[in-house]
């Protein structure tokens, strides 16, 4: 059974910092697959923020270019999520993702980002 374990998340002021984390596991082929964050705040959609494939290409959405920075580590099935000059209009819940096109799609439970003073 495969489970994606998100931590980090949490309340800080705005300018602040926060790194998430989601870490893998179980059977799951990790080379040719994508991993990343998504977001959901109440009332709106969910939004892809970042993502990286096994190789290290990211993609960003515009809203956290030059803010947000991903990374992972394929020995370790874990993506990370570091974000900086975090804004009240990032608050969300934050999903991890990992999907091998036409093979797997996973999701974690989510974590809650709080951006406020």
């Known amino acids: 059974q495969v489970q994606l374990v998100e931590s980090g998340g949490g309340l800080v002021q705005p300018g602040g910092s926060l790194r998430l984390s989601c870490a893998v596991s179980?059977?799951?082929?990790?080379?040719?697959?994508?991993m990343g964050w998504y977001r959901q705040a109440p009332g709106k959609e969910r939004e892809l923020v970042a993502r990286i494939t096994t190789g290290g290409n990211t993609y960003y959405a515009d809203s956290v270019k030059g803010r947000f920075t991903i990374s992972r580590d394929n020995a370790k099935n874990t993506v990370y999520l570091q974000m900086d000059s975090l804004k009240p209009e990032d608050t969300s819940v934050y999903y991890c993702n990992t999907v091998r096109p036409g093979i797997y799609d996973y999701w974690g439970q989510g974590t809650q980002v709080t951006v406020s003073s």
């Open positions: 179980g059977s799951i082929f990790s080379i040719n697959n994508f």
